[in-house]
């Protein structure tokens, strides 16, 4: 006899459903740690059925990942183990149970799956495709979180230093860290013109290539700034636990990208051959797809990167809204950064961008079909194990 053993995974806890091919269901719960997993064992070893198993469970969050090792470590095969996609799972509940919604109807609905429905497997990586796709997304996450010390920053001087980010082009560079740090604005605009150019040209060894004329802008900004008066200390103590922590982040973004790249040059992918595709967006992107052997056609890989426009119908009227965003985020926000850059640096990219710009389509618009474009590309380099060809654009 077979059996089918649905299982809804949680933080805390998971319910399960074991079906059997008569249709008799026995539905119970077990806890997400050591003493559930065994509850688990025991209860298929009575059944005499842990060989005689289809287990299937949602490839959603990562709750998923602490049951799925269990299992095979107790020796289950990886094909009795069905990750399932949630939207398929999600799709199969909305046309049999009319919209009911519940840890036990999830989990049998997923048992009810197994045994009638038509499902395609989700797979986990790799023990180094987990690493670099786990390093990858913890880089994606720092920099974003970069991109908000740095707004935080520019909000705090806005009011107490509005001229200070006006007098330098690049306003996180490191010369303008190393300023701030050293220096509160007060404490700049009580220094002399000669005084605040030796301090520039001694700071760490930086700012040589600051310009005189630069110095002496920043010199009578500070003079003239027309900052809050109130509320500094206040300011201050922010301004320093801002700058520290995008220090902080800065060097733990480095440091990852010195071990992802370590990760990535194991697997010798000509992905890196590609324009626009660097060390880091390289590595994220073949960190998110794994196994490109799981996608039969270029369309299922921009569909799986959430890049495929979503199509709106109403009544006689069909139109085109902006891509679906389904699917992994971080897979979609590499390939777009990587045919921003291509769009830059190679000419076919670069023309085929040009060409929606002047059809009168925005900025983003033309990105996005170029990250489209890109996709496909991606897809041939990686399917057929080839080095890029600008005559795939």
Request: charged residues 25%.
């Amino acid at each position: 006899m077979l059996y089918y053993l649905g299982i809804d995974v949680g933080k805390f806890s998971h319910s399960l459903c074991l079906l059997t091919e008569a249709g008799k269901k026995t539905i119970f719960q077990i806890n997400n740690n050591r003493e559930g997993f065994e509850k688990l064992r025991i209860k298929l070893s009575e059944l005499n059925c842990d060989k005689n198993i289809l287990v299937g469970m949602e490839a959603t969050g990562h709750y998923f990942l602490n049951l799925y090792d269990w299992l095979l470590q107790c020796g289950f095969d990886s094909e009795q183990i069905a990750l399932l996609n949630p939207l398929q799972v999600k799709s199969f509940r909305n046309t049999n149970l009319r919209g009911a919604k519940s840890d036990n109807v999830d989990s049998e609905r997923i048992a009810v799956l197994l045994k009638f429905g038509e499902f395609k497997r989700c797979n986990v990586a790799t023990d180094e495709m987990m690493n670099l796709r786990e390093l990858t997304r913890l880089r994606a996450d720092l920099v974003a979180n970069i991109g908000d010390l740095k707004r935080k920053i520019i909000s705090v001087m806005d009011r107490v230093f509005p001229e200070f980010m006006t007098v330098f082009s690049n306003r996180f560079g490191k010369t303008v860290m190393s300023l701030l740090n050293s220096y509160t604005p007060e404490e700049m605009a009580e220094l002399s013109l000669e005084k605040l150019t030796d301090v520039i040209k001694n700071l760490s060894g930086r700012g040589r290539g600051i310009s005189q004329k630069k110095i002496q802008a920043l010199h009578e900004a500070s003079r003239n700034s027309i900052g809050i008066t109130f509320g500094r200390q206040a300011f201050k103590i922010e301004l320093d636990i801002l700058l520290t922590r995008l220090k902080v982040f800065k060097e733990q973004v480095e440091k990852l990208e010195n071990e992802i790249q370590l990760i990535a040059e194991k697997f010798d992918s000509k992905i890196f051959t590609i324009p626009g595709i660097g060390a880091t967006t390289g590595a994220a992107i073949l960190s998110e797809i794994g196994n490109i052997q799981n996608f039969s056609l270029a369309v299922k890989l921009i569909a799986f990167a959430g890049l495929d426009p979503k199509l709106k119908e109403s009544g006689k009227y069909q139109g085109r809204t902006p891509i679906s965003k389904r699917g992994s985020k971080y897979l979609r926000n590499a390939i777009w950064y990587s045919a921003m850059v291509a769009c830059r640096v190679d000419d076919k990219f670069k023309k085929f961008y040009q060409d929606r710009r002047n059809k009168g389509k925005s900025h983003r618009y033309s990105v996005t079909a170029a990250a489209n474009k890109l996709t496909k590309v991606i897809y041939h380099v990686l399917k057929n194990k080839c080095e890029y060809d600008s005559k795939l654009v």
